[in-house]
């Protein structure tokens, strides 16, 4: 059974662009979240989507925003990009609510110059 | 406040020999803890699972503890292998509704030969 695939894998955007990052969750499962990490900073909860609603968010700005469709599928946008932003953007999906084991993708490795 | 905290930030060791990575935690309602390993520029991978009856679980060369009362875990080393050498984190679940997963910032272990 495939595992979480996100893609792309690498990306240099600019500062000021936007990207969007693509999530696509483990067959039968309903609930994708995201992470930011960064070097020292370990993983940081972006937000968690399921059945297509978003349940959970941390704390990050506007500029971070994602949606969920309705074969699980996620996506993920940043606007306005920082150089701050550069980092390690990880998914992960579960089964169902509740279900307590996040099975997390190869991430996308994100650099802003 | 919901909290994860792991020691030591890093950690090297000679191939060999064992180590213990430690998590103290103020997740409440506590639902499960799991420790998952991170290869550099990789996704996370669950190596276990401790819920709140068990005090020991052994996955290879990998044994977890929890203390409950004390609200500690660890995880312990044994023969290490240079393809030891990665990130671990802890992983708190937390028994509401959603089953909110509280992160550590992760051990960095070097194995050297």
């Known amino acids: 059974k495939a595992g979480v695939t996100q893609t792309p894998r690498y990306l240099i955007k600019t500062r000021g662009q936007q990207v969007t990052l693509s999530c696509s969750p483990i067959?039968?499962?309903?609930?994708v979240s995201w992470y930011q990490q960064t070097p020292g900073q370990g993983l940081q909860f972006l937000f968690e989507?399921?059945?297509?609603?978003?349940?959970n968010k941390g704390n990050f700005p506007g500029r971070f925003s994602g949606r969920q469709f309705s074969n699980s599928r996620s996506e993920m946008n940043v606007s306005t990009l920082e150089l701050g932003d550069s980092a390690l953007y990880l998914c992960?999906?579960?089964?169902?609510?509740?279900?307590?084991?996040?099975?997390f993708g190869q991430g996308t490795r994100l650099t802003v110059v | 406040k919901n909290q994860v905290e792991q020691s030591p930030q890093s950690l090297i060791i000679l191939e060999g020999k064992n180590c213990t990575l430690q998590?103290?935690?103020?997740?409440?309602?506590?639902?499960?803890l799991r420790w998952y390993k991170q290869d550099t520029g990789r996704g996370p991978v669950s190596l276990t699972i401790?819920?709140?009856?068990?005090n020991t679980k052994s996955n290879g060369r990998y044994t977890a503890t929890l203390d409950a009362d004390t609200k500690q875990s660890s995880l312990h080393i044994t023969a290490s292998q240079l393809s030891d050498s990665a990130s671990y984190i802890c992983?708190?679940?937390?028994?509401?509704?959603?089953?909110?997963?509280?992160f550590g910032t992760g051990t960095r272990l070097l194995v050297s030969p």
């Open positions: 992960a999906s579960r089964l169902l609510q509740g279900g307590t084991e996040a099975f």
């Open positions: 067959s039968g499962h309903r609930s």
């Open positions: 989507y399921f059945s297509e609603t978003q349940r």
């Open positions: 998590c103290n935690y103020t997740v409440s309602p506590f639902s499960n």
């Open positions: 401790m819920t709140f009856s068990e």
């Open positions: 992983v708190v679940s937390a028994n509401t509704g959603f089953q909110k997963l509280v």
